[in-house]
């Protein structure tokens, strides 16, 4: 039984060293490439362009982006991917309170709890009105 549990986790370190080594050794193909002149390295002025769709470009490079944008997906994020964690939970709640009793529910009600509590201050602190 040991064996097979520490077997678990030779799979998880080949898994991990695969993650690594991939896209390590991409990047160093790529590099070795650059060097022998296999992978050009020509600069046009089309491909330095902000757009290579064939358009000239209308304004500079740089333009004002309004992070009320940035900070509103952001908490949409946060919230969504908190609120899918409460799927798999009320599913198996039927299992979780014969084998748990109340502790299932008080445990879901301090998480939800918790993102009220996260809610009311991005509100308070005006996250959540668009000025």
Known sequence: MLDDYFRQYGLIAI????????????LLVSTVFSFLGIRPRVFDVVKDSIYECGFATIGGGWSGFNFRFYG???????????????FPWAASFGFLSAQFGAFALVEMLVFIAILVLGWVHAWKKGDLEWR
């Open 72 to 86: 509103f997906a952001l908490l949409f994020v946060i919230f969504d991917v908190e609120v899918v964690f409460l």
């Open 15 to 26: 898994f991990a060293a695969l993650a690594v080594a991939v896209p390590t050794g991409m």
